[in-house]
């Protein structure tokens, strides 16, 4: 089986419809950004579109964040870390929308937290994206 190229993001180009190209071509592989003083981010390409992990490291190399996406948007469970490695964040995004997140403090305690109420045009527009793509709740 072949590898993934991996290759700096700055080599992307991109179109009005959010197709990500590399020498022309839509990107299959991972992308990758790196800064000293930001760190180091890597996201994951299927056939130009972001598609499965992102990750975000911290300087140090502790990981800052992680997310899946599907089709360009943010799909699936993430989570957020502080600079010591603590959970401060955790949620559900379906089609880019924010389904619930929980947000933690330093000492791992929950200090808020959201769910999306279905009631609201959000909520709809959420649960009708549901029906046309035949996904049932994932919350």
């Known amino acids: 089986m072949d590898e993934l190229p991996i290759v700096p993001d700055a080599e992307l180009e991109f179109d009005s419809d959010l ?11 991972v992308a990758y950004e790196e800064s000293q003083t930001l760190g180091r981010s890597e996201v994951s ?5 972001q598609e499965g992990l992102a990750r975000d490291w911290y300087p140090s190399g502790i990981l800052k964040a992680e ?16 600079e010591s490695g603590n959970l ?10 924010l389904v619930r997140r929980t947000r933690f403090d330093s000492d791992g305690n929950a200090v808020s937290s959201f769910a999306i ?23």
């Open 19 to 29: 197709i990500f190209t590399y020498q022309g071509r839509p990107f299959s592989g």
């Open 45 to 49: 390409y299927c056939e130009g579109v």
């Open 67 to 82: 997310t899946r996406f599907a089709r360009n948007d943010r799909h699936g469970r993430y989570s957020e870390y502080d």
């Open 88 to 97: 401060v964040e955790e949620g559900l995004c379906e089609y880019g929308i």
């Open 117 to 139: 109420d279905h009631t609201t045009d959000l909520g709809g527009m959420l649960d009708r994206l549901r029906r046309e793509d035949g996904r049932r709740d994932e919350g």
